[in-house]
């Protein structure tokens, strides 16, 4: 039986990924972190009753019981010490929490091969922007010219997302896109052109009544196709994603990005 370590217990995602962790019998919940509920008891917080495990506060006391997965809900603040923690002490991490970046996760996977570790990171665990991220990739093959819109709530910090931030990166190990115009040789601020995210151009917005969402445009003469992901409010289409993950991610070694590279061969 895999042991789950689950940092962000409690929060927009790992609330559900944390009970379907619980309701799954080849999984066991051994820790579960979250500062604000420190030293309640997980199922009261999770309003299912009393389990017997209480919260702890940082993912230091968390793994101070044995586990073999750490996965990782909480910020971009948070995240990159977290996994140092858990890969220092030969756990493997699904992380889904954005903010890292190509550098950070170089590092990661230096760090993971140097422990015989495996991580799986997504910027997203919904099986359908997996879908989305693979039709894109594949396009990308045959098509010069695409831009990433980059949709969150109000709320959300971190720009961009990191399913737009994971997108980009992948579909520029692909290819560069084409510009008639450079961004950076517009006639006006730059800025409105989005930032460049390896050598792809990401726009993003920040609007209430948003969750995160995705689209890719890919652009010919006369003629576009567009890839786009709408989420809802809850965080239920990230849980199957997840627990595929943590099943997958004891079996490799170093880092795997993107849930689409568990669900397809490329």
């Given amino acids: 039986m895999t042991r789950i370590c689950v940092a962000g217990a409690t929060g927009w995602t790992g609330r559900a990924v944390t009970r379907a ?17 420190a030293g309640q008891d997980l199922g009261e917080v999770l309003g299912i009753g009393v389990i017997g495990l209480p919260v702890v506060g940082s993912v230091d006391e968390a793994l101070q019981s044995p586990c073999d997965v750490l996965v990782d809900y909480t910020s971009h603040t948070a995240v990159r010490s977290h996994v140092n923690l858990a890969i220092a002490r030969g756990v493997s991490c699904v992380i889904g929490s954005s903010g890292l970046t190509e550098a950070d996760y170089a590092e990661i996977d230096q760090a993971a091969r140097e422990r015989s570790v495996g991580v799986v990171a997504s910027g997203n665990f919904s099986v359908m922007v997996a879908v989305l991220q693979h039709s894109a990739l594949l396009a990308a093959r045959h098509l010069e010219s695409f831009e990433v819109i980059d949709y969150a709530s109000a ?3 971190d720009v961009p997302s990191g399913t737009s931030r994971e ?3 992948r579909l520029g190990a692909i290819r560069t896109p084409q510009h008639v115009i450079p961004p950076h040789a517009v006639a006006g601020p730059i800025e409105a052109r989005g930032t460049t995210v390896a050598g792809v151009q990401i726009h993003s917005i920040r609007l209430p009544s948003y969750s995160v969402s995705t689209e890719v445009i890919f652009g010919n003469a006369d003629e576009r196709l567009h890839f786009r992901h709408e989420a809802g409010s809850g965080a239920s289409p990230y849980v199957a994603g997840t627990l595929l993950a943590i099943r997958e991610v004891t079996q490799r070694v170093g880092v795997t990005r993107g849930l689409d590279s568990l669900l397809f061969d490329h």
């Fill in 155 to 157: 709320q959300k910090p």
């Fill in 21 to 37: 962790i619980l309701d799954d019998p080849t999984l066991e919940l051994v820790a579960a972190v979250a500062r604000r509920t």
């Fill in 167 to 169: 997108l980009a990166e």
